[in-house]
């Protein structure tokens, strides 16, 4: 079978300009400072619109509880002492 009328190169090439994939954005959670997408609960810490929406410790096991109630002091801690906040990253190397 035989295509009757064929698009050009142009044609085909102006179609396919807008296949691109767009690389994702992320924002910066106000609370703990993890990269989260917009408009959504933070999974780190639950927080959402400045107010907690999930407790994630309810969700976690007795020794994974202990740990990350230890991290959240601990950032608490060093936010109150020096007012600057950790990203994400350092909070889960301590």
Avoid: W
Avoid at 16 to 28: D, E, P
Avoid at 37 to 55: A, F, K, M, W
Avoid at 80 to 93: C, D, F, M, Q, V
Wanted: aromatic share 4%; proline share 1%; with cysteine.
């Amino acid at each position: 079978m035989v295509v009757r009328m064929r698009h050009t190169k142009s044609k085909r090439n102006r179609v396919r300009s807008h296949h691109a994939l767009l690389a994702g954005k992320f924002v910066r959670c106000g609370h703990c400072n993890a990269e989260i997408l917009p408009h959504v609960v933070c999974s780190n810490c639950g927080y959402y619109g400045g107010r907690e929406v999930i407790d994630v410790l309810a969700k976690l096991d007795k020794k994974e509880r202990k740990k990350k109630e230890k991290e959240l002091h601990q950032h608490e801690e060093e936010v109150a002492e020096s007012g600057a906040t950790l990203n994400a990253e350092e909070l889960s190397r301590r």
